[in-house]
């Protein structure tokens, strides 16, 4: 308080060694990592300097500093992640100027200046990610649904409604399906006179939940009613020869597979009647013919199960009859209470439910987990989530052929757990590669048709080297590099990963915030998203801001509020991944819209005095 009291001068000559002690540290860490920054290609050699730099200001606790510099009207070193050497030079100059004080020592190793650490950053992100959009600088990044692969003209919508980079998911869909993806985009670009990047992110080890158990084989024909119970319109079915099954012809609800010979004594008109697994039948009527199909409709609720008797009528007379196979299986999911014990097994096993004998429990639920090294290294105590972190547990115990588990969130009314479903374990140390097998073979098959490849579960410097090491043996030197940061142990050492990833440039930074809020926990994740902007901005590496931006506009049409905060805080990236949705085209033109705003006002974390539009103030003199 006394403190703003004082003369400037007196302000200044307490600041000047806290200023030279930080300017000390920043030159001494980045000579401590000399060898690590002459790895890097002598282009970039400035960026690895000047994250050390920040790295070095951001370990000591300068906030009282920060006040002091503040009652002298400096800056306050809160926007120097892109040049944090410079900043600590410029402010300890003007302080040297109001004590009358010589200028500091200007030895300056590897230090980027004021104006070219945006220009790096930028050129940097230009590199990896194409030009950037007229009106911002955020390029937009779409994640392909599998209609992609035959819809060419999803693809042409996408690119003119600003899509800049595509991303296929290669944990979906197969080769085949993302090279018709690549073509479409490149007939797109052809015609539209656009260019786009594409990116294969690569699976990694999927740790996730594996199969379940079927509990039957079942077809449920579902009919739905209006606000009076009517049915406005029947439920399409489709009927097909088991022998040689055809996809429908349009979208229907169901499909019976039946005798083949039965459906080619069919005639317009007929009824099938199909034993309900009630004690009941129900009835389809036969509408459409198509090839060896027919599309029939059905105005009841119905539950067909495996080897239902059919029979197939022409006014009264029983023309033909068959059984209904074969029937899909059906999988039900686990439900799960707070209390309740879960057996994770090895991926051998399959999942099932509780059984019960009465009110007593016989045997827990059980679900397997598609790594196994999981079990060779998680242990009593630690915790354990599942399907982004809607369920958690505690493991109890680790039997080497399972895991215990006792659940500890779930819903109050339960909640259920499927196959395929994520598992994060963040406080495990898992001693698994980054890149498997099927990573290398698709890499491989998709290199020449991309531009970058994205690292899935990223967690060590060897990590990120060994993809460097692929790349090269592979000689994929074309291919810029994604890196994914979405566990605990990559955001722990997230500044040796950027340090390493500088090897070879260009590089830039995923921010996966679904697995990275469940890994270090949704209060933190505002926090540690934060940090991870500012690092890579030190280190001028661009981010791409991932992860449910936008999801619920993508899905239903209509944006929730909290979303299009989230999309406008984006701006701050070089790059914005969007999910699918049936209204992806519609979220692009929607956030396109946003960034054009949000650019006027803001610049990575610096705000910008654009004109606001509420300014004008009313003539009082009228």
């Given amino acids: 308080m006394y403190q703003a009291l004082l003369p400037k001068s007196s302000i200044s000559e307490k600041v000047i060694p806290a200023l030279k002690e930080l300017r000390v540290e920043a030159i001494t860490l980045e000579r401590v990592f000399e060898n690590d920054v002459n790895l890097v290609p002598p282009g970039y050699r400035a960026s690895a300097g000047n994250l050390l730099h920040y790295l070095a200001l951001r370990q000591s606790d300068i906030r009282d500093l920060q ?36 200028r500091a020592n200007r030895d300056r190793p590897n230090s980027v200046d004021i104006k070219t650490g945006e220009i790096y950053l930028n050129e940097h992100a230009r590199r990896l990610l194409g030009e950037p959009p007229g009106k911002h600088g955020t390029r937009i990044m779409v994640t392909m649904p599998s209609e992609a692969a035959h819809d060419a003209g999803l693809v042409r919508e996408l690119l003119q409604a600003g899509m800049n980079v595509m991303r296929i998911n290669c944990a979906h869909d197969d080769i085949q399906s993302w090279l018709a993806m690549v073509g479409h985009l490149r007939e797109a670009e052809q015609e539209l006179g656009r260019s786009c990047k594409i990116l294969a992110d690569l ?22 009613r209006d606000i009076r119970g009517n049915i406005p319109e029947p439920t399409a079915v489709w009927l097909t020869p088991r022998a040689q099954p055809q996809l429908p012809a349009s979208a229907v609800k169901a499909t019976l597979p039946v005798d083949g010979g039965l459906l080619a004594a069919a005639d317009e008109g007929d009824r099938l009647v199909v034993e309900d697994t009630r004690g009941v ?5 036969l509408v459409q013919h198509s090839g060896g199909s027919w599309l029939a409709h059905c105005r009841q609720h119905a539950y067909i199960a495996e080897g239902a008797w059919c029979g197939l009528y022409r006014g009264s007379e029983l023309v033909a009859q068959d059984s209904v196979s074969p029937i899909p299986e059906v999988f039900q999911p686990i439900l799960l209470h707070v209390g309740d014990e879960l057996l994770v097994t090895r991926s051998t096993e399959l999942g099932a ?7 007593e429990l016989r045997q827990p639920a059980a679900i397997p987990c598609t790594l196994d090294e999981v079990f060779d290294t998680a242990q009593a105590g630690q915790p354990i989530w599942f399907d982004d972190g809607r369920i958690g547990g505690t493991i109890r115990a680790n039997e080497g052929s399972c895991l215990r588990v006792e659940i500890t969130h779930a819903a109050p009314q339960g909640s259920k757990l499927a196959a395929e479903k994520g598992i994060n374990l963040p406080q495990t140390d898992l001693d698994i590669p980054a890149l498997t097998g099927a990573d ?9 048709h991309i531009d970058l490849v994205g690292m899935s579960f990223v967690r060590s410097p060897q990590d990120v080297m060994s993809l460097h090491q692929l790349l090269e043996e592979q000689g994929h030197r074309h291919l810029g590099t994604i890196l994914k940061i979405e566990t605990t142990q990559a955001f722990d050492d997230l500044p040796m990963i950027l340090l390493a990833s500088l090897r070879r440039p260009p590089v830039g930074v995923m921010v996966a915030r679904g697995d990275l809020a469940v890994e270090v926990g949704f209060e933190r994740l505002a926090e540690v998203q934060e940090e991870i902007l500012w690092m890579c901005e030190a280190a001028h590496i661009p981010v791409i801001w991932a992860t449910q931006v936008l999801e619920s506009m993508a899905k239903s049409g209509m944006p929730s509020r909290a979303e299009v905060s989230d999309a406008a805080l984006s701006i701050r990236a070089e790059c914005v991944m969007l999910n699918k949705g049936p209204y992806i085209v519609e979220t692009v033109r929607f956030l396109s819209g946003v960034l054009d705003r949000m650019s006027g006002h ?16 009313p003539n009082r003199e009228q």
């Fill in 281 to 285: 039948t129900r009835v389809l009527t």
């Fill in 203 to 224: 699976a990694g080890p999927k740790l996730r939940t594996g199969s379940i158990r079927a509990v039957d084989r079942l077809v449920e024909i579902k009919i739905k």
């Fill in 353 to 359: 439910a509780a059984i019960y004998d009465g009110e």
């Fill in 67 to 102: 006040q002091n510099l503040a009652l002298l009207g400096l800056s306050r070193l809160g926007r120097s992640e892109a040049h944090a050497l410079s900043s600590i030079d410029a402010v300890l100059d003007a302080a040297c100027a109001l004590a009358g004080a010589p």
């Fill in 602 to 617: 803001q610049v990575k974390r610096r705000p910008t005095l654009r004109r606001l539009s509420i300014s004008q103030m």
């Fill in 440 to 448: 290398i073979r698709n890499l491989q098959a998709l290199a020449a």
